[in-house]
């Protein structure tokens, strides 16, 4: 696979919701998305085989979102891989990886989804997860953030990891 391609993409009725403060699941004229609180940070999963095409650079996640009402101030999305790869993670507890974040602006149209990313370089940023081994990765509105000032629930409608 040459690298800028699509690896993976994760939709919310994929979500795996953690063991507490989660996102929970809503529709928003028929669109699936997972909501967001404003005033507790929440998290949601999504697992899934990285793909035998990938050849081993960074990756790029890409997060698509809208404001359930703000038009204004900024949102702060955090996310973590985890490999669960051949024998390299007891389930029975987590490991995930340092999380990274991005500051990313309410969209001034409220409905507008807004593409925000987050770069993770290969090896331990993605918990050196390998070709073919199995993987999670955790996505959390980090509504305890100073800088995140958003009004009401963010809807996250999407996932893309992508090859950089």
Known sequence: MASGNSL???HPWQAEPVGSNYATQDVRNYHPVLDFDP????SIVFSDILPR???GGGITVYIHWAASSATSSNVV???AFERIGD???DIDSDGFATAKSVT???PATLGSVSIDSIAFSNGSEID???????FRIKVTRDADNASD???GDVELVGIELKET
Not at 39 to 42: K, L, R, S, V
């Open 8 to 10: 993976v993409t994760f």
């Open 87 to 89: 024998e390299q993670q």
């Open 149 to 151: 000032g958003a009004t």
């Open 128 to 134: 050196s997860i390998a070709v073919g081994e199995k």
């Open 104 to 106: 990313a602006a309410v």
């Open 77 to 79: 999305w955090m996310v």
């Open 39 to 42: 005033d507790t940070d929440e």
């Open 53 to 55: 095409a990938y050849s």
